[in-house]
Structures are given as structure tokens and as C-alpha cells.
């Protein structure tokens, strides 16, 4: 199939947004057989030709950072925070996390199912065709299994590719409050052997912050993940800087989350590693934070930035990944080619994937065709959503053409 007469933002190359004003591509079992100027289409090749009406075709977007599979609602913390209540205190008090923690371990597996799909279908109407869904709202062994394959399910379940993550490491359950040591002995020792060995995780995260796991603790889980051969992600630097960000870097991890507190120093050393720094604007927007993260020298340093939605039930209840790019430029001053870029080809990086995040030859056909005039238009608005079809392995799954 040849999707043809669009403006084509490719993400590849040293034009802005790699844009071909009037572009083609084809695409042969599921995957990208070539994409340029029109003129150039290799149309002996061609089976069905389809005119996309001179409409922007974009690569399909990626969440690389999402808390989906969870139980219960948080929307009383969130009165509590606007009548001045602190996040930290609202934790230490056995609200945050620890309360999502409660439901979510009472949830059965199909309720789970049922709510995460309803949150799901707001990010996919919107292009969405990559989502990473982590754990962390179980920490015990079961819950976090459960959570887990409600993830896998999701994936069976609807046009969309999904990436877990175990965060078993979110935080202390109460069960374990004045035994720090084992827990992150049940996480090393047990949660995270079965897991593997289930197939059930595609990397391995961790909350490292004064309210959750401290740099050793977090240290022993990474080095739990690296025998086992998967790879890790970490929240860093989002309420302190505790140096986080640089234990990542050793581990060589694939991306660190928020970042807010994140020196030039760890910025050097994510730089080194090639981590990419994942923006979390909804976090910051609802926790209505002041510390920017280091946008001037994750630019300087060459660190890839992606963005996401955070989507959590506490800090971040953001659905909408449109919404998300606007906020990095709003809030974090990206321009609207780094925040397209955030959400396609850096998310991937984010997520360890390269066979998708841009249009070019070999690549997932993974495709989303906007009714919008340049990329610049899909950072702008809030509240519209201007996807007009989304293309995954080469079919249209949503939407219409023509």
C-alpha cells in the first residue's frame, strides 16, 4: 500500500521535523519499504494507492512512561493538595501510593482489565500505537504479577503495542515500613526471579527519592535486574537530587524520569551512558512544582528528551499525550519539534526500541495521519484532537482515509 499526497514529518535527518512537503510512503508486510517526495514513489511496486488528501502523516506516538493498571481513585488527594496539604505528607501519611496500593491489591485481575482499557483508549484515540505500562501499585509478589499480565492482556486487547515495566521498587508497603531491608530483599530475591522467569517484565524500575528508595536500595535492585539480564529505568531527581540520575548512568539505563533536580553533573553522566531524559510535565503541573528540569544542558550535553504522560492516579491523571507536548512546551519551554520528537523517536530510544519512533526504510509501519496543515499544529491546541486515522503494521486500525 502507498500512502501518498502527504506532508511527511519523518523525524530522520537535519530538516526540521525531517518534513517532505508533499510525501509518499510504502509500506509491505507491516513495515516501511520506502518513504520520500511523491514524485519519487516507486509506484511499480506499488499495490493500492491511497491520496491522504495533502494531510500530515506522522510516526504513531509513544508513552514511554505510564502508571496505567491501577485500582481505586485519588481524587480526594487531589482537594487535599489545593487546600495546601503536601504530597510528601499526604504519603507519609498512608495516602498516596499506599492507597492505590490497597485497592489494587483488592482488584480482580478482570476489573483491572476493564479500567486500565477505558484510560487506554484515550491515549490510543489520539495516535498512540507504543505504550509502556508499569507495576508498582502491588508490591507484594502477586499483585505485581497480576498487575503485570493485565499489561500483556492489554496489548492482546487492542491495537497497540505494549512495554512493561516492574516497579516493584515504588515504595514500602505498610507491611514493611520498619523493615526497609526486606523488602528490598523480597524484590531482589523473589518478586523480581519470578517475574523474569514468567516473562512478564521488559525492564526494570525503580523510585529513588528521599520519600522512597535510597541510592543503595535502589542500587541492589539494579544489580538484582543485571543478573537477570533486563534492563533498567529509573524516577530520579524529581523532588531532590540524591544522585540517582548518576547510579542510572552506571547501569547504563535506558532512560531517567523527571529529573527535575538533576545537575549538570548528572547530566554529564546520563550524557555519557546515552540514558534519555524522560519529561514528566503533568507531574509537575498537577504537584504544581517550581524546579524545572535542566532543559538548557540536557540541549548542550546532546541527551536525548522524551515526554509522557505519567498517567497515574495521584500525581500525574493525565490522559491525553496532545495535552502532554503542549505542557513540555508551555511549562519546560521545548520547542514543538522536540516535544514530536519526545513523543516518537526519542520515547523509543526511552524504551529501548529501534525498530519504530520515525518513518524510514525497515522500520514498524506505525503511521498517524492528522488533519493538520505542519507538526507544529499538534503541540499547539488543548482539547483537540486532530487524528484523522492511525496505521499500525501497516492497517489502518482507526479512522478513515480518503
Request: proline share 4%; net charge negative; charged share 25%.
Amino acid at each position: 500500500m502507498l500512502f501518498s499526497h502527504v506532508k511527511l514529518a519523518t523525524m530522520t535527518g537535519v530538516q526540521p521535523y525531517g518534513l517532505i512537503a508533499d510525501g509518499a510512503v510504502l509500506v509491505e508486510d507491516g513495515r516501511i519499504a520506502w518513504a520520500g517526495p511523491r514524485q519519487d514513489a516507486p509506484r511499480e511496486k506499488t499495490g493500492k494507492a491511497v491520496d491522504c488528501g495533502g494531510r500530515l502523516l506522522t510516526p504513531g506516538l509513544i508513552d514511554c512512561h505510564t502508571h496505567l493498571v491501577y485500582g481505586g481513585n485519588r481524587a480526594n488527594e487531589f482537594e487535599m493538595r489545593l487546600n495546601g496539604a503536601a504530597y510528601a505528607d499526604i504519603a507519609k501519611a498512608g495516602g498516596g501510593i499506599l492507597s492505590t496500593v490497597r485497592a489494587t491489591r483488592e482488584a480482580a485481575e478482570d476489573e483491572l482489565v476493564q479500567s486500565a482499557s477505558v484510560r487506554l483508549e484515550s491515549l490510543l484515540r489520539e495516535g498512540v500505537t507504543t505504550i509502556e505500562i508499569k507495576s508498582g501499585y502491588g508490591l507484594d509478589v502477586e499483585t505485581e504479577m497480576k498487575m503485570l499480565k493485565v499489561a500483556r492482556k492489554l496489548g492482546e486487547t487492542h491495537f497497540v503495542d505494549v512495554v512493561t515495566s516492574y516497579l516493584g521498587a515504588h515504595t514500602f508497603p505498610a507491611e514493611y515500613r520498619d523493615d526497609h531491608a526486606a523488602y528490598v530483599d523480597l524484590v531482589c530475591a523473589k518478586a523480581l526471579p519470578a517475574i523474569a522467569e514468567a516473562k512478564l517484565a521488559d525492564a526494570v524500575d525503580a523510585f529513588c527519592e528521599g520519600i522512597a528508595f535510597s541510592v543503595a536500595e535502589t542500587e541492589k535492585v539494579f544489580a538484582a535486574a543485571k543478573k537477570l539480564g533486563l534492563p533498567i529505568k529509573l524516577h530520579a531527581e524529581q523532588l531532590s537530587n540524591l544522585g540517582g540520575a548518576k547510579l542510572a548512568a552506571r547501569y547504563d539505563a535506558l532512560s531517567v524520569d523527571h529529573i527535575e533536580y538533576l545537575d549538570e553533573d548528572g547530566v554529564e553522566a546520563i550524557a555519557r551512558s546515552r540514558t534519555v531524559a524522560v519529561l514528566l510535565p503533568g507531574a509537575f503541573y498537577y504537584l504544581k512544582e517550581k524546579q524545572h528540569p535542566p532543559v538548557a544542558a540536557l540541549r548542550k550535553h546532546k541527551v536525548p528528551i522524551a515526554i509522557a504522560t505519567d498517567l497515574n492516579p495521584g500525581s500525574s491523571p493525565v490522559h491525553s499525550l496532545l495535552t502532554t507536548m503542549n505542557m513540555a512546551c508551555v511549562l519546560f519551554g521545548l520547542t514543538p519539534e522536540e516535544a514530536l520528537r519526545g513523543v516518537t523517536a526519542n520515547a523509543a530510544l526511552a524504551l529501548g526500541l529501534k525498530d519504530r519512533g520515525r518513518i524510514a526504510p525497515g522500520l514498524k509501519a506505525d503511521l498517524v495521519l492528522w488533519n493538520a496543515e505542519r507538526p507544529g499544529d499538534l503541540a499547539y491546541p488543548l482539547g483537540l484532537n486532530p487524528c484523522a486515522a492511525v496505521i499500525r503494521d501497516g492497517a489502518i486500525v482507526r479512522g478513515q482515509i480518503g
